[in-house]
């Protein structure tokens, strides 16, 4: 018998007005997965938010007034979080907010997805979150960084990653066949196979012996999405 825990905490810079959305969405989220008995209930759940939610998350033609904020979820019928969000005046700062966020059961790609919605003044930002067990368990351990930007979020290995990491393959210039590319299984041939690396990976990368001219080369960056 093993628990299991995705966890995380951080805090990060809100404006005033988000932080009352933050703290009117925090319980409205655990009365949606409770589920509402008719569509009516749902409907005057919604009338009771307030005119910010209502801007954030305007009621769809499609007879769910909370679609807009369900849609953010992987599952949109359990629209959870897994973690405790506590938004409030900074104690250090007069006029400035900070939102708290902590939990043992983290979900972070919604999390991410949420708070890139209500809160754009933090943008961009980034937070970690580790996946543990409470035994020795094979393959039980896991973890990263989301990166939480306006236009995309991305999943980031190491703290230090940059956000638009470059993409690099080790090259060498042979007299016959001319640039030849690195495969990590294969020694040198063709940019199809060639293995791409980090930054991070290439500073720690094994250089083949014996090979003169060896070289990095930066390919052509490419759009990211959700989860990089």
């Keep these: 018998m093993a628990d299991y825990y995705t966890q995380t905490s951080f805090a990060i810079q809100v404006s005033e007005d988000e932080t009352a959305l933050i703290n009117e969405i925090d319980p409205l989220l655990r009365t949606i997965a409770d589920g509402f008995e008719t569509a009516a209930e749902a409907e005057a759940a919604y009338e009771a938010t307030s005119a910010q939610f209502k801007a954030t998350f305007p009621k769809n033609a499609h007879g769910d007034p909370f679609f807009e904020l369900t849609q953010l979820f992987d599952d949109p019928t359990w629209p959870t979080i897994g973690c405790d969000l506590e938004a409030k005046a900074s104690p250090e700062r007069l006029g400035h907010f900070q939102l708290w966020v902590s939990g043992d059961d983290a979900r972070p790609f919604d999390l ?48 230090d990653d940059p956000v638009d990491p470059r993409s690099l393959v080790l090259t060498v210039r042979d007299p016959e066949h001319g640039i030849q590319f690195w495969n990590n299984d294969n020694g040198f041939g063709a940019l199809v196979n060639a293995t791409v690396l980090s ?30």
Excluded at 116 to 127: D, I, K, N, Y
Excluded at 223 to 228: E, Q
């Design 199 to 228: 930054d991070a990976e290439a500073s720690k990368a094994m250089l083949p012996v014996g090979v003169d001219g060896i070289e990095w080369l930066e390919l052509p960056t490419m759009p990211r999405g959700h989860g990089g």
């Design 112 to 159: 991410a997805a949420l708070l890139q919605r209500v809160c754009p003044s933090a943008l961009p930002f980034r937070f970690g979150w580790a996946y543990s067990c409470s035994r020795h368990r094979l393959d039980a351990f896991g973890g990263g960084y989301m990166e939480v930007r306006a236009d995309r979020i991305i999943r980031l290995i190491d703290p």
